[in-house]
Structures are given as C-alpha cells and as structure tokens.
C-alpha cells in the first residue's frame, strides 16, 4: 500500500537522507561521497525554516521518493498579479518505485498546494528522465529568461 504525507519539522531525519540520496542518484556519485558541511546544514536548515512544502511517499512503510516545491514572492506583474511563484526541486522516486504512479501523485500534491497558497507559476529543472511526467501533467518548455550564476 502506497502512503504520501506532506513532511513536517519531525520528519527531518528522514527529509536529509531523501535529499542526499537523491542528490547521489541524479549526480552519479558514489554511495560513500561525503557532502560538505555547508550543503548538508544549508539543506536541513531549509527543510526547518523555509518557506517549502515537501511530499514523502512510503511502500509499506519503506521510504520510496520524495517531492519538494519552494515558494518566493517577486514584485507583482499583469502576468503574476500576486507575485507569488512556486519551483519545484528534488523529485526522487527510488528505482524499484519507479513507473508506479508515484512521482505523478506526489507532484500533484505540490502543484494543488501551489495553486491553493496562491501561486500564479511553477517552475522545475527536468533531467530527461523527469521530461515526460512533466509534460504529462501540463508543464511546458520556456525560454522566457537568461540566468547569471555567481562561481
């Protein structure tokens, strides 16, 4: 039996090892690869204080995936009259999960709170496994903006 719950501050043990995982997974990192101290605290300190909502599925009882959404505000536009955005991080299903509905459920989850915390756009960054799920549930290739990133 599949379960999904919107994690809370008690479920931060839990929050940590799905990120990390994750990060593993999706960077091709070894199982022994040691995170720095800054991304690690970073991370729990956001899962703590962030203005975040994050899903976590279970098969059974054994963790399976897990999906987050970030919310931050930009002065309002005619487009986005409230200001208010979502970006969508960390969606991890564990492989013996995968193609089981349960990326597709927990991103339902996010997109419903998105909308219900007044949210007029959701953003996410696709790997290509990640593409097809995405456009299936309405999400569209933009290239709207140019990024700067500080090295």
Known sequence: MTEYKIATKEDIEILMASRLEMLKVV?????????????????RQYFLNGDQTTV???VDGDFAGCASIS????MPTFSH?????????NVY???????QGI?????????E????????????????????????LGFTDSGECMVMVRN
């Open 56 to 58: 976590l599925a279970f």
């Open 103 to 111: 990326a597709c459920k927990m991103m339902n989850m996010l997109t």
């Open 27 to 43: 960077n091709d990192l070894p199982e022994d690869y040691v995170f720095s101290d800054e991304l690690v605290e970073g991370s």
């Open 71 to 74: 919310y931050y505000t930009i």
């Open 81 to 89: 009259p409230t200001g208010k955005r979502a970006h969508v991080m």
């Open 113 to 136: 709170d998105a909308w219900a915390k007044g949210a007029t756009e959701i953003s996410l960054d696709a790997t290509e496994s990640g593409r097809p799920l995405y456009a299936k």
């Open 93 to 99: 299903t564990r492989e013996r999960y995968r193609r």
